[in-house]
């Protein structure tokens, strides 16, 4: 079965400083996705970036990037000019192929200090 | 606005009654999930949908009943059978190809 592996609890960053979560991932699927959720204090989950596995090119949202190394299994999240409000819970997602439901890791708490 | 509901927001039950919490969506999505999240957790499958009038169990289902009569909505009761049902709940629908997935803003079970 598929895994996802968050292996930081928790992380903290300076206000306007970058910050990088890490994720690894246990597949042997070649066609798949992934994802980056966050979960505020309100507890909203929001998707912050996708990346497809057939894509070379790291995806790009704004002040958030992915690196994304397909052989390593590898899909950490770079969150740069960090701000307050980018405090929560952020969980990493794998998708295979198919209707297999999405798989979490069990997350990483980031604090930003003012 | 497109999205998903989720009602209440909070909701208190007697221990032994069963409590159903509603979801719906109006993204035109096949398919749909409920999750559960305990303090300081990550989000564990409860139940899961493709298509309407079929579900499959996830990695928590005993305890928990759903149905799917219809494309928008995807109702999860949790039965006296559920032996600590006091939670948070998340109801999902996902897109096909890229496969998003969007979250209602969920449920706070309390079972005294």
């Known amino acids: 079965a598929q895994t996802v592996t968050q292996s930081q609890p928790e992380m903290s960053v300076q206000e306007a400083e970058t910050v990088t979560l890490s994720c690894t991932y246990d597949?042997?699927?070649?066609?798949?996705?992934l994802f980056w959720y966050k979960q505020p204090p309100s507890r909203q989950m929001i998707l912050v970036i996708r990346q497809e596995a057939y894509k070379q090119q790291n995806a790009t949202e704004n002040r958030f990037s992915v690196n994304f190394q397909k052989a390593a299994k590898s899909f950490s999240l770079k969150i740069s000019d960090s701000q307050l409000g980018d405090a929560a819970m952020y969980f990493c997602?794998?998708?295979?192929?198919?209707?297999?439901?999405?798989?979490f890791g069990k997350g990483t708490r980031l604090s930003v200090i003012a | 606005d497109g999205g998903i509901t989720q009602s209440p927001k909070y909701l208190f039950r007697k221990e032994g009654q069963n409590v159903t919490l509603s979801c719906e969506q109006n993204?035109?999505?096949?398919?749909m999930y409920w999750y559960r999240q305990d303090p300081g957790q990550g989000l564990r499958l409860i139940y899961y949908?493709?298509?309407?009038?079929?579900?499959q169990k996830g990695d928590i289902a005993e305890g928990y009943s759903v149905s799917r009569e219809k494309k928008e909505s995807f109702p999860l009761t949790v039965t006296s059978a559920q032996k600590n049902p006091t939670a948070f709940y998340l109801c999902?629908?996902?897109?096909?190809?890229?496969?998003?997935?969007?979250f209602g803003p969920g449920t706070r079970l309390t079972v005294t």
């Open positions: 597949t042997s699927e070649s066609d798949y996705y």
């Open positions: 949908s493709q298509i309407v009038n079929d579900f």
């Open positions: 999902a629908s996902r897109s096909e190809i890229p496969y998003e997935q969007y």
């Open positions: 993204l035109n999505h096949d398919a």
């Open positions: 997602a794998y998708k295979g192929p198919g209707n297999t439901p999405l798989v």
